[in-house]
């Protein structure tokens, strides 16, 4: 068994506050960012898009005219230290964030980056060191399940004692399809990550263990090992496993099911039109995840732009990270990684 070192506890995060209209800067203007766009201008109150860029100029200028006639930028740096610019957004690129969020903190700016916070654990950590140089935290990353309704029915209940301490957590995450033969690790870092921060979040405890298993890969995948099964144990001996198959082909579909000592509760969809019709009871599935979580996107930035902190923080990005480079060592390594945890910084801790 190989051990890792992993981050500890992980506290709420914390958003932009205020009373007055807040302008927002969007950084990459693709599906997200497109759709943030979209939400900030028609869904969220308080927020007006104050400011787009993007590589693909043709691509900001539509995104801009549809939120009111935005100001496009032709430099990211430039939009954020722009001071009619309260508040950044970042959708861009993986490999683009580090560099973004520090120049957001170096400018003492409030910033929603997406997942992941850095795609490195070690880019993570110079973030982390750079807010808490800061002295207070800036950062929220979007890790929006946290704010699906139905997550948070489940994390309340749990929080009752209704149905007894937590045993198990069965997860399924699957697409329809992905790129033929992209990276296996991809399917934990790009995918699975969001199970590995709800884990650490339902429980409010950190996941000490990680283990992958790889059945045969589907004939669609192009040699990618996919579909994969990760199996995490929490700090106080909780199961959660992850089923993760990204070319499932029928649609996008995530559900689970938590298992406690005197009850189990169960997460699907929320309920769409079903249809009963020639001997078939059925109903439609999403193509991606946005109409499946079109609520929690929603929720999670007017949250971000209300300062309620719900959100998950600078050092929830980097735990996610962290835990997903351990699950990523065990697929490669077919070993079992025990994931040790230091002490919290300061800035992190509950309050």
């Avoid at 943030?36 to 007006?48: I, P």
């Avoid at 199961?239 to 198959?245: A, G, H, Q, R, Y």
Wanted: glycine share 10%; proline share 6%.
């Amino acid at each position: 068994m190989t051990t890792l070192v992993s981050p500890g506890y992980v506290p709420a995060g914390t958003g932009i506050g205020g009373s007055t209209v807040k302008r927002i800067g969007i950084i990459g203007t693709g599906i997200m960012g497109a759709d943030h766009a979209r939400l900030l201008t028609s869904a969220v109150s308080g927020a007006a898009v104050g400011g787009v860029f993007d590589l693909d100029g043709d691509r900001a200028r539509g995104v801009a005219e549809a939120s009111g006639g935005a100001r496009v930028f032709a430099d990211p740096y430039a939009l954020i230290a722009d001071d009619a610019i309260d508040a950044v957004l970042i959708a861009s690129s993986d490999a683009t964030h580090e560099d973004y969020v520090l120049a957001c903190v170096a400018a003492g700016k409030p910033v929603l980056c997406e997942k992941p916070l850095a795609p490195t654990v070690d880019g993570c950590a110079r973030i982390l060191e750079a807010e808490t140089a800061y002295g207070s935290r800036l950062i929220t990353v979007g890790f929006m399940r946290r704010f699906d309704p139905g997550y948070t029915d489940l994390k309340a209940l749990l929080a009752t004692g209704a149905i007894g301490a937590p045993l198990m957590l069965h997860n399924v995450h699957r697409n329809p399809a992905a790129v033929p033969g992209m990276p296996s690790a991809n399917l934990i870092t790009n995918s699975a990550v969001h199970e590995l921060d709800i884990t650490r979040w339902l429980f409010d405890e950190e996941i000490t263990e990680v283990a992958v298993h790889t059945p045969r890969p589907t004939g669609n995948s192009g040699g990618t090992r996919d579909p994969q099964l990760l199996i995490l144990t929490t700090a106080s001996g909780v199961l959660s496993d992850v089923e993760i198959f990204v070319n499932a082909r029928y649609g996008y579909e995530v559900r689970c099911e938590l298992v406690a000592e005197t009850g189990t509760v169960t997460l699907d969809a929320p309920p769409p039109t079903s249809v009963r019709r020639s001997g078939l009871h059925a109903r439609e599935l999403p193509a991606d995840w946005r109409p499946r979580f079109a609520e929690a996107y929603r929720l999670e930035l007017q949250d971000w732009i209300d300062g309620t902190g719900q959100g998950a923080t600078a050092w929830d990005g980097f735990a996610a990270t962290f835990v997903a480079q351990a699950c990523v060592n065990a697929l490669e390594s077919g070993e079992r990684y025990t994931v040790e945890m230091p002490a919290i910084p300061g800035l992190y801790r509950r309050q």
